[in-house]
């Protein structure tokens, strides 16, 4: 060993040896092989790529930005199917935590009008037997989604949007349990809900 020369095994191939020495240890001088090289260009060029299709050209959307859409989708769903009948709409008057909330909606959006107590100012009274726009559920919940602009009575499905405005349905109607029977019937045919 005074020359230093490693020691080979006797059936190792005869190939050369690189210089480094690591604890004893010595490597072939090899070529790395054409599928390693190819695995590692490959993922370096899909990198790229990758990177420059999602975050520079932003050609796809992202897995994150993909879920985020279908997220918004399912939500919107959800608020679709959920709907409102007349049936709902007096259900939710019953359950104080809705009616709870809609009389908080309609303190602040539209008491100013039609009064604390629905007694009527600006706007017509809601406690009373005249419902020009119609008494059943769905029409008043039509009336406040879509107000009656031209009388003074603004829409409010951008503002409030179908939750609160349903809220605020079950609310004016607890305080109108006599509508539950159709006491009066109020609208016109054309603003009937099927
Ligand atoms: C700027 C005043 C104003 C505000 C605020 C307002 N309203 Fe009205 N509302 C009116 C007027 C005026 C009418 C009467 C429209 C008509 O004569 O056709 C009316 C009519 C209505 C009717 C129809 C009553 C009927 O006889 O058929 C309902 C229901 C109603 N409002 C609910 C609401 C609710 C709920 C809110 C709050 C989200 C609200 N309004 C906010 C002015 C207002």
Redesign the pocket.
Known sequence: MSDHKPYRDSHEPDEPLREHVFDGIREFDKKLPNWWLLTLYGTIVFSIAYWAWFHIYEIAPTPEEKLALAQERAAARAAEERGYDNERLWEMALESSIVDRGRS??VN??A???GMELEGG???P?VDA??????EPM??LK??LD??PE????P?RAG?GETR?AE??AY?LSKNPGLRNGASP??SPEEETP
């Open positions: 909606h309609y959006n539209c100013a009008c039609h600006i706007g017509t809601l005249d419902w020009q726009h119609g008494s029409q008043i009336t406040i107000g009656v009388k003074g009575m603004p409010w409030l405005s605020i349905t004016i109020g609208g």
